[in-house]
């Protein structure tokens, strides 16, 4: 087959005055095929100076590749019967999609529709059968039109799949993730599931950090958002997403099914944090840990853009919207409540009380007399405890012996480490020591009881001496042996 090179080779040696069994036996062409190049080719110099001529279609003819005529075959075993059959099953499968949805799992495949088509008596090959499925299946293609938007109008939300160890060995963490096509830069949160506490919770954090609302914000049909769909194309939305976007005052705009383009800048924000914050790190301590990482990079990847600039444009700020679930306890006889199958400590005074209970996504707060007693982390599981061992030093104080194997100590790890090894024949005044310094945060206390058990062994070691304080080392550690000397063998060493 020639291409232009070879026709333009061809027309320069005629033009030379090489003959065609010349330039056939150069070429390796067909000498037929080369007078007709020639030919064809002075026709169509010689109507270039005729009066009324199109000269850019003959130029056009002159510089074109050799075409060469289509062999139109025949189709013996494609017959009309089998293209009308074919026209129905795909016409069956677009009614199907109606009535189930775009996104269903039961749509007949190509392998499907050959066996079935061959059993109804069509002798035809599978590879015919695709290619006139796809045929008969191509739609036009959908046209996109390009979007613009100013600063505080739209923003999108999402979420996404990150893949982190934060000591617990390597599990699937939540991003909720926000972004401003406006202003060109995104903001993130990190979870542990989808659910819908944690749908709002990440909407009154970031209203509460921007200190403003947005005029829209955009979702795709998560079960968040859609409560259930009504026919094809009306939804009936959360009744708490409804009430959260009429106290912020921002309209909710819902995606089409499966048209993730409508909002496209918040899937590829998705993407981008995922690849640029995680990446090259994903071990980490804690969530906490995590989450304080997540959002320093954040920082660092919005530089340059028009956040600083959207705050301005955006709806007044209001008070965060209270995301609590309220429910009354009873205290029970170990001055706990459970809470969905978990318990959490209550001050001991209140055992037997009524309390209320505000549930927030990962907090517990416990009031009485409209007066907050306590707070705790929020735990999930079944049975599990979150003990404050400050809940119980009265009747500690009354039952010392019952400090050593507590829920409320052993929830401290380091703690029960510091009293079975210098408390444990004097746990009354261990609980003294908790009871003068109640007021202290929990890290605080153990790094006083800390200090107060390394001034005894310094004591200890000083009375012992160079050589004393090396034997007692390399026999079995110098803090031990310093404290013992000191507790019970003072006076015999001195």
Request: charged share 30%; proline share 3%; hydrophobic share 35%.
């Amino acid at each position: 087959m020639l291409c232009m090179l070879d026709k333009g080779i061809i027309i320069g040696m005629k033009q030379e005055g090489v003959s065609n069994r010349e330039i056939a036996r150069r070429t390796g062409h067909d000498r037929g095929v080369i007078s007709r190049i020639w030919s064809d080719y002075c026709a169509l110099a010689g109507q270039l100076d005729k009066p009324g001529a199109d000269v850019r279609a003959i130029q056009a003819a002159m510089t074109t590749e050799p075409k060469y005529p289509k062999r139109e075959g025949v189709r013996r075993k494609y017959t009309p019967e089998l293209d009308e059959r074919l026209q129905e099953i795909v016409a069956s499968e677009r009614r199907k999609d109606r009535q189930l949805g775009e996104g269903h799992k039961q749509k007949l495949s190509n392998k499907q529709i050959h066996e079935l088509v061959e059993g109804e008596g069509f002798d035809i090959s599978r590879p015919t059968v695709n290619a006139e499925l796809a045929r008969l299946r191509r739609r036009a293609k959908e046209v996109y039109i390009r979007q613009t938007y100013e600063l505080g109008d739209r923003l999108e939300y999402d979420f996404g799949e990150v893949r982190l160890d934060c000591g617990e060995g390597v599990k699937v963490y939540h991003m909720a993730v926000f972004s401003s096509p406006g202003g060109g830069w995104r903001w993130a949160y990190l979870y542990t599931n989808e659910k819908q506490g944690v749908f709002l919770d990440s909407h009154v954090k970031f209203f509460e950090m921007m200190g403003g609302c947005w005029r829209e914000v955009v979702y795709d049909n998560m079960r968040n958002v859609v409560k259930k769909f009504i026919g094809r194309n009306e939804k009936e939305l959360n009744d708490e997403l409804v009430r959260m976007a009429a106290y912020y005052g921002y309209r909710i705009n819902v995606t089409n099914c499966f048209a993730g383009n409508e909002k496209g800048h918040v899937e590829n924000s998705v993407k981008t944090i995922r690849n640029q914050v995680f990446s090259g790190n994903y071990r980490f301590g804690s969530l906490d840990e995590a989450r304080e990482y997540l959002h320093s990079q954040l920082r660092k990847l919005n530089e340059g853009s028009l956040m600083e600039e959207e705050k301005l444009c955006l709806l007044p700020h209001k008070p965060p919207l209270e995301l609590a679930v309220v429910s009354e306890h009873t205290v029970n006889s170990y001055s706990m409540v459970c809470v969905d199958t978990c318990f959490y400590s209550v001050p001991e005074y209140m055992a037997g009380h009524k309390v209320f209970v505000k549930k927030y996504h990962e907090e517990i707060r416990i009031y009485a007399a409209n007066q907050l007693l306590c707070r705790h982390k929020r735990i999930f599981g079944n049975g599990n405890m979150q003990v404050d061992i400050r809940h119980y030093l009265d009747t500690l104080l009354k039952k010392p012996g019952a400090v050593r194997n507590s829920v409320a100590l052993k929830s401290i790890p380091r703690l029960k480490a510091i009293f079975d090894t210098h408390y444990s024949k004097t746990p009354k005044k261990f609980i003294e020591t908790f009871q003068e310094n109640a007021d202290l945060p929990i890290e605080d206390l153990i790094a006083l009881f800390e200090e107060k058990t390394r001034q005894p062994q310094r004591v200890a070691l000083e009375i012992l001496g160079p050589a004393a304080r090396a034997d007692v080392s390399a026999r079995a550690g110098m803090a031990k042996y310093a404290t013992l000397i000191y507790s019970s063998k003072i006076g015999e060493v001195a």
